[in-house]
Nanobody
Framework: QVQLVESGGGSVQAGGSLRLSCAAS????????MGWYRQAPGKERELVAR???????YYADSVKGRFTISRDNAKNMLYLQMNSLKPEDTAMYYC????????WGQGTQVTVSS
């Protein structure tokens, strides 16, 4: 049974930083890519960043240069370092396996105030 559990969300002011974490259980983590999605109220879920099993990252244009995705295969952990946060980054953030997107965490809320 695969389980993804996100943590690290919270409320910050614009310009602040947060680090999201995703703990993965089961055998999926080390051999799969992983990604972070987000969904704001009234908007579609969108890909924020993803990282291959070998550690190669991809970022959405909206977060490029501000967010950094990383993984620790020994600990089955996925991270998202978010700097220079903007109000438009406010959303629920989800951890997901990539590319199949079969398994989703419960999400962690990020709220950025201006």
């Amino acid at each position: 049974q695969v389980q993804l559990v996100e943590s690290g969300g919270g409320s910050v002011q614009a310009g602040g930083s947060l680090r999201l974490s995703c703990a993965a259980s089961g055998s999926i983590f080390s051999r799969n890519g992983m990604g972070w999605y987000r969904q704001a109220p009234g908007k579609e879920r969108e890909l924020v960043a993803r990282i291959s099993s070998g550690g190669y990252p991809y970022y959405a244009d909206s977060v490029k240069g501000r967010f950094t995705i990383s993984r620790d295969n020994a600990k089955n952990m996925l991270y998202l370092q978010m700097n220079s946060l903007k109000p438009e980054d406010t959303a629920m953030y989800y951890c997901v396996d990539w590319p199949r997107r079969t398994y989703w965490g419960q999400g962690t809320q990020v709220t950025v105030s201006s």
